[in-house]
């Protein structure tokens, strides 16, 4: 029902920036909460970031003042710009949508997951 696109992940040196992306598409009433997580080798996948579809964020300890989350209602797109990245935020990231299909009817999904690799 609901389809998405990610994009932005890449190779990056410590201390470099990246910027993701993660486009909704499909037959929706609306997009609620949206987010990223993250999934390291051997680890658990976590939640990196989350944006409520009023625009309050939160964030994973380890990336407060280093990572972003922004959305666009417009155009169903949530970013997230990382900072400051750091070896341990390697990682494959993930976009999670929640959604409406119908006024009774809720949706959550997830992005195929791109790959986020900072070397040292």
Known sequence: ??????????????????????????????????????????????????????????????????????RDNAKNTVHLQMNSLKPEDTGVYYCNVNSRLTTWTRSQDWGQGTQVTVSS
């Open 1 to 70: 029902q609901v389809q998405l696109v990610e994009s932005g992940g890449g190779l990056v040196q410590a201390g470099g920036s990246l910027r993701l992306s993660c486009a909704a598409s499909g037959r929706f009433f609306s997009i609620d909460a949206m987010g990223w997580y993250r999934q390291a080798p051997g680890k658990e996948r976590e939640l990196v970031a989350g944006i409520s579809s009023g625009g309050t964020t939160n964030y994973a300890d380890s990336v407060k003042g280093r990572f972003t989350i922004s």
